[in-house]
């Protein structure tokens, strides 16, 4: 196992998606040590009683914008996680220079100390909204999936290898619809902003689990795709507050209708496995052989949480959420 006897870093990692990530690899594979990187003492104090303070699970408090600390972080550690964003779409609106600072500079000091320190592996945590951007967040995780796919030139002959994970809306987390959805049903009054929106779902364990698979899979330069299942707002609210009214507010700024995880103009450097795609670079780096299996994507498929060959129903859903 890939992970096993390794000294791992996950920035972001008192998120939601840090502490899953924990959880699973603390208890499945056999690490030498997690190494947790954050600015929040708080949540740092509350995951390490969360884990009864596992001799395994280290503490950082730091923040991706610090060059220096995210360097001495680093040192010694063989994988690393960056999963620490800004992604609240609408403070990212508002604060677009914090966004930046901290989704782009971030992403380019985890880069510069990966590549310094000797990291084996590097995966990037990304999000359907990179694909064809129409929010600043969106645009920061389009620069961070670029940046992180030809950080493997600067690696030259050295052995750091970069990679990311694109997927859509985590069921559960932080910020997700459907804790707030599950909050207003207590009022009897729903808000959807659209009746026509449709979105890809995952669970928080699923995504967790399917980056730990590209971290096996990964030889630097991929974006790893997984095959979601859609669902319409609509449908998603009729099932978490069944009865409860809906007021329409209108999309927010910076909302796509649908959601995009392969874009028809990848397609043509795209392979399809069975429960996922891999965007190949377009780069003199790459070496396809490097990836076994898998077939070309037919030319001009666009994978889209409107046009999804697998759609959520009502009892898979609430399945999802009872897992949360």
Same mark, same amino acid.
């Given at each position: 196992?890939?992970?096993?006897?390794?000294?791992?870093?996950? +920035?972001?990692?008192?998120?939601?998606?840090?502490?899953?990530?924990? *959880?699973?690899?603390?208890?499945?594979?056999?690490?030498?040590? #997690? $190494?947790?990187?954050?600015?929040? *003492?708080?949540?740092?104090?509350?995951?390490?009683? &969360?884990?009864?303070?596992?001799?395994?699970? $280290?503490?950082?408090?730091?923040?991706?914008?610090?060059?220096?600390?995210?360097?001495?972080?680093?040192?010694? #550690?063989?994988? #690393?996680?960056?999963?620490?964003?800004?992604?609240?779409?609408?403070?990212?609106? @508002?604060?677009?220079?914090?966004?930046?600072?901290?989704?782009?500079?971030?992403?380019?000091?985890?880069?510069?100390?990966?590549?310094?320190?000797? %990291? *084996?592996?590097?995966?990037?945590?990304?999000?359907? &909204?990179? #694909?064809?951007?129409?929010?600043? @967040?969106?645009?920061?995780?389009?620069?961070?999936?670029?940046?992180?796919?030809?950080?493997?030139?600067?690696?030259?002959?050295?052995?750091?290898?970069?990679?990311?994970? $694109?997927?859509?809306?985590? %069921?559960?987390?932080?910020?997700?619809?459907?804790?707030?959805?599950?909050?207003?049903?207590?009022?009897? +009054?729903?808000?959807?902003?659209?009746?026509?929106?449709? $979105?890809?779902? !995952?669970?928080?364990?699923?995504?967790?689990?399917?980056?730990?698979?590209?971290?096996?899979?990964?030889?630097?330069?991929?974006?790893? %795709?997984?095959?979601?299942?859609?669902?319409?707002?609509?449908?998603?609210?009729?099932?978490?507050?069944?009865?409860?009214?809906?007021?329409?507010?209108?999309?927010?700024?910076?909302?796509?209708?649908?959601?995009?995880?392969?874009?028809?103009?990848?397609?043509?450097?795209?392979?399809?496995?069975?429960? @996922? @795609?891999?965007?190949?670079?377009?780069?003199?780096?790459?070496?396809?052989?490097?990836?076994?299996?898998?077939?070309?994507? +037919?030319?001009?498929? &666009?994978?889209?949480?409107?046009?999804?060959? &697998?759609?959520?129903?009502? *009892?898979?859903?609430?399945?999802? !959420?009872?897992?949360?």
């Amino acid at each position: 196992m890939v992970l096993e006897g390794k000294v791992i870093l996950v +920035t972001g990692g008192t998120g939601s998606f840090g502490q899953k990530f924990a *959880e699973i690899v603390l208890k499945e594979h056999k690490p030498k040590t #997690v $190494r947790v990187f954050s600015r929040g *003492e708080l949540l740092q104090l509350q995951m390490m009683q &969360k884990f009864n303070s596992d001799p395994r699970l $280290r503490f950082f408090i730091g923040d991706v914008r610090d060059r220096e600390r995210v360097h001495r972080a680093m040192n010694g #550690v063989d994988i #690393v996680v960056h999963a620490a964003a800004l992604k609240q779409v609408p403070i990212c609106e @508002y604060n677009p220079i914090e966004g930046v600072r901290t989704n782009v500079d971030g992403t380019v000091n985890v880069i510069n100390a990966a590549i310094d320190n000797k %990291v *084996e592996k590097t995966l990037a945590i990304s999000s359907d &909204k990179s #694909v064809q951007p129409v929010n600043l @967040y969106g645009a920061t995780k389009l620069v961070m999936e670029r940046l992180f796919v030809q950080a493997n030139v600067y690696t030259g002959s050295g052995k750091t290898r970069f990679s990311c994970v $694109r997927y859509g809306n985590v %069921v559960g987390s932080r910020g997700s619809v459907i804790p707030l959805f599950l909050e207003q049903k207590k009022t009897g +009054t729903i808000t959807i902003t659209d009746e026509r929106m449709t $979105r890809f779902w !995952i669970t928080l364990e699923q995504g967790v689990r399917f980056v730990i698979d590209s971290i096996e899979r990964m030889r630097g330069g991929e974006v790893f %795709v997984p095959k979601i299942p859609s669902m319409k707002v609509t449908d998603l609210a009729r099932t978490v507050a069944p009865g409860a009214k809906r007021q329409i507010i209108g999309i927010r700024p910076g909302e796509k209708m649908d959601e995009v995880l392969l874009t028809a103009e990848e397609s043509s450097h795209s392979l399809e496995f069975n429960n @996922y @795609y891999i965007v190949c670079p377009e780069h003199d780096f790459w070496d396809t052989s490097k990836i076994k299996g898998g077939k070309q994507v +037919t030319p001009g498929l &666009k994978y889209s949480s409107d046009n999804n060959s &697998k759609w959520l129903t009502p *009892e898979e859903l609430k399945k999802m !959420i009872g897992a949360i």
